[in-house]
């Protein structure tokens, strides 16, 4: 076992994403030799490359209530496209100049409507090579830090809860998206992770456990009942999914597919009874083995990468994330 350097920590936060642009200069000014090395430094850095905040801000009215999104939960960007989801607002995307909702036609289906039902997105995912097709899975606003019965400083006003999974297609014959809840939110609670492994299979990680549907998001199946609040797909194989669930620690499931009916098998390759909220990453480099990267939620345990070469987890690293555990 090897202990990775020290790098600069950042905080992890597993109650909201700040989605941003990066915008780059290139310095083709003077190259003159003689010229005085701090103004050089100087000028390099006001050149380096930057983060700007591009938004969306704003809020949509339900009923009575006005409810505020300043929660950014998931993000997308793809060829150029770039969407988001938000605790309340909705999915948006950006069309080159400003946000435009993807949700806003989204009509509740219970009677009174759920607090900011549909709009309470938590995770979504478009389907690969469709970007007219999208999924998306839903929480309550305690997922991020605040009440669901109450206001909280800076919070949704009346707050929102988790209102299933959704699957939106646009219908270019009225312009508009259309949405259907394709899972209520009695069966799954709240949504942590949705990803398309290919072009027709979407998973999921939830409270209640983990789902798949293999259909393009119209009907799911309950794979294993258990709090599970991330999953990762591995690169270049996507047969093999990657759950972390609380009280269980990692576990590899592998799909195999027997004529036309799909089998899996799970086994657990990292055990931590404690974890709780936990989060997960892989990446793959060419030639090298898959590497998945896990944060678990009690953070006592830090931050764990393991390499995965021929279907076996060897843990090669143990390190502390220390800000994010002082913090």
């Known amino acids: 076992m090897k202990l990775l350097p020290a790098r600069a920590a950042s905080r992890l936060s597993c109650f909201a994403i700040v989605f941003l642009a990066t915008v780059a200069s290139v310095d083709c000014g003077d190259t003159n030799s003689g010229q005085d090395p701090e103004h050089t430094a100087k000028q390099q850095s006001a050149l380096a490359p930057r983060w700007i905040h591009v938004g969306p801000t704003g809020g949509v009215s339900q009923g009575n209530n006005a409810f505020f999104t300043g929660t950014t939960t998931d993000a997308e960007g793809v060829n150029g496209r770039y969407r988001i989801s938000t605790l309340g607002d909705g999915i948006f995307e950006w069309n080159g100049s400003s946000w435009v909702s ?8 219970n009677s009174p409507p759920l607090n900011c039902e549909g ?8 389907r690969p090579g469709d970007p007219n097709t999208i999924v998306a899975g839903t929480a309550g606003q305690p997922q991020h ?6 206001r909280p400083s800076g919070g949704l006003q009346g707050g929102s809860v988790a209102s299933g999974i959704w699957r939106g297609v646009w219908n270019q014959s009225i312009v508009s998206w259309q949405w259907t809840q394709v899972v209520m939110p009695t069966q799954v609670g709240d949504v942590f992770k949705l990803r398309w492994s290919d072009a027709n299979t979407v998973h999921a990680s939830t409270r209640t456990g983990y789902w798949v549907s293999r259909d393009i998001g119209v009907t799911w199946s309950e ?20 759950l972390a669930s609380d009280g269980i620690g990692v576990q ?3 799909w195999t597919l027997n004529g036309n009916v799909w089998g899996h098998a799970e086994r657990t390759v990292v055990s931590n009874a ?3 909220r936990s989060v ?8 090298q083995p898959l590497t998945v990267y896990y944060m678990p939620g009690n953070f006592g345990a830090g931050v764990r990468q393991g390499k995965v070469s021929h279907g076996f987890s060897r843990m090669i690293a143990d390190f ?5 555990v002082q913090d």
């Open 102 to 109: 993807l949700s806003s036609s989204i009509s509740p289906v």
């Open 119 to 126: 709009l309470a997105v938590n995770t979504f995912a478009t």
């Open 145 to 150: 830090g605040g009440s669901s019965s109450s």
């Open 223 to 242: 794979v294993l009942a258990q709090y599970t609040t991330d999953l990762a797909i591995a690169p270049g194989n996507s047969t093999w999914v990657y």
């Open 252 to 254: 590899k499931v592998t």
């Open 274 to 276: 404690a974890a709780s």
């Open 280 to 287: 997960l990453a892989t990446s793959q480099a060419p030639g």
């Open 320 to 324: 502390f994330v220390r800000k994010a």
